[in-house]
């Protein structure tokens, strides 16, 4: 049986935001720390392995691409590992037909059979957009036909969308469409970000380093709440986990979506040419097919067999893992609910993803536990420490 009796400070869940405020309290304070993690493994949904099978190294939780414009971010994920040059793309198979994804000047032109340049494309897709006469969009839908025009809605969106999200995309927020660019240029990076990659040695390598320091000990397959009896008075503990489970859901459930990921190994060099590609057809059951190897072209992998993994999205059930929160206006008023008993809870940080039920990229979940460590971890210890100077 764990206990946490001789730790000061106490993290649950050791996925980004667990690793970085392990970091920063063991370094910067000099203090021991526990971090407790249900799962079987460390990392969180950034987790990678190398697939016994084939040595092909896959992201156990969906392919997890690096980015951010953040120096600080980059910084500190720069001392634990180094990038390959990656920049990701994805393409999208519409009626037997590959297209780009974020939707550009090569998809406009191959779409509609047209040559466009890109000082034509604008009023282009203006002219589509604005047929529907979506001036005030109120929905996803009519967020997207004004932004793309119908057709390109009906190809490319309508369905990934239905298929993502169980929900009438008249009923989803128009925001979830704002995160993809158009784009009227043949630019086809899947992101805008300054910095990109792939860890060269994989995610598991980042982990392995971050919790070699002698002063964080990470304990899996333990789950927090069965160790919470024994936290000291005096425990400062940071809790990453569903904020719901926190207060035994006593408002309820905060909903989510889950995934679930079918592997195949087929024997061959290259399936899909590409590391991700988009299944925006309403026939096709799964959303998207990850293709591994894609993700780092500086490794030599066995030109045998290759590993796929096909993407199908669903409600979460409570037992399910969360990924993605809906947050549908009963979610977001069930969240602020729990955000004020949390804000209630002394020496408690809620954080990540999970604690405070946004989606977070990773260099997101980085930056916010940096800024969480010198808001509400340092001045509390700086404090502690003055006290006891001072007896
Ligand atoms: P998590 O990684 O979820 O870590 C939380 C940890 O807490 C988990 O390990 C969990 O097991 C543990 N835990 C929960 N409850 C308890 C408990 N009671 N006791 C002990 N442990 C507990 N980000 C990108 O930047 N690029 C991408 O391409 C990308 N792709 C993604 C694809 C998918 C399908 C998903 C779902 C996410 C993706 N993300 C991506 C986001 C990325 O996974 C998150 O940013 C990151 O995981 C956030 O870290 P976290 O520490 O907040 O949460
Ligand atoms: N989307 C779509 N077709 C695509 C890709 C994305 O309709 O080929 C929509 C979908 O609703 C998705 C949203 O755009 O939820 C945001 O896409 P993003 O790639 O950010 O989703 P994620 O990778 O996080 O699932």
């Not at 809620?350 to 940096?370: E, K, N, P, S, V």
Request: net charge negative.
């Amino acid at each position: 049986m764990i206990s946490a009796q001789d730790y000061r400070y106490v993290i649950a869940g050791s996925g980004f935001f667990g690793a970085v405020m392990a970091e920063r309290i063991a370094n910067v304070l000099g203090e021991p720390v526990l971090v407790l993690e249900k799962r079987d493994h460390f990392g969180g949904n950034s987790f990678s392995e190398q697939d016994p099978a084939t040595g092909i190294e896959y992201h156990r939780y969906g392919t997890h691409l690096f980015h951010t414009s953040q120096a600080d971010v980059w910084a500190w994920i720069n001392r634990f590992t180094a990038f390959n040059n990656y920049r990701h793309r994805v393409l999208t198979r519409h009626a037997g037909r590959m297209y780009t994804m974020p939707i550009n000047l090569m998809t406009l032109n191959n779409f509609f059979g047209v040559d466009l340049k890109p000082s034509e494309a604008a009023a282009f897709i203006a002219e589509r957009a604005g047929r529907d006469g979506f001036t005030n969009p109120a929905n996803f839908e009519e967020k997207a036909v004004s932004l793309i025009g119908r057709e390109l809605y009906d190809a490319f969106i309508r369905h990934y969308t239905a298929k993502q999200w169980e929900t009438d995309p008249k009923l989803l927020p128009a925001e979830t469409i704002s995160r993809l660019p158009v784009r009227a240029s043949y630019n086809d990076f899947y992101f805008n970000d300054i910095y990109e990659g792939l860890p060269l040695d994989g995610y598991h390598a980042i982990f392995d380093r971050v919790f070699a320091d002698r002063r964080i000990k990470v304990v899996c397959n333990c789950d927090f709440f069965d160790v919470r009896d024994t936290l000291r008075p005096d425990a400062q503990l940071i809790y990453t986990g569903p904020i719901d489970r926190y207060f035994d859901y006593k408002l309820g459930s905060l909903g989510w979506r889950t995934l679930d990921f079918e592997i195949e190994r087929p024997e061959m060099e290259d399936y899909q040419g590409a590391s991700v590609v988009n299944y925006p057809d309403a026939d096709v059951r799964f959303t998207r097919i990850h293709e591994f190897r894609h993700l780092h072209p500086e490794r030599r992998y066995t030109p045998e067999r290759t590993l796929i993994m096909r993407e199908y999205s669903r409600f979460a059930a409570r037992e399910d893992e969360p990924y993605y929160p809906i947050n549908t206006p009963a979610d977001k008023n069930l969240y602020d609910q729990y955000a004020a008993l949390a804000a209630r809870e002394s020496n408690v940080v809620f954080g990540g993803r999970l604690g405070t039920y946004r989606y977070l990229d990773m260099h997101q979940a980085i930056g916010a536990a940096l800024k969480s460590f010198e808001r509400d971890v340092l001045p509390r210890a700086k404090g502690q420490m003055a006290e006891a100077a001072a007896a």
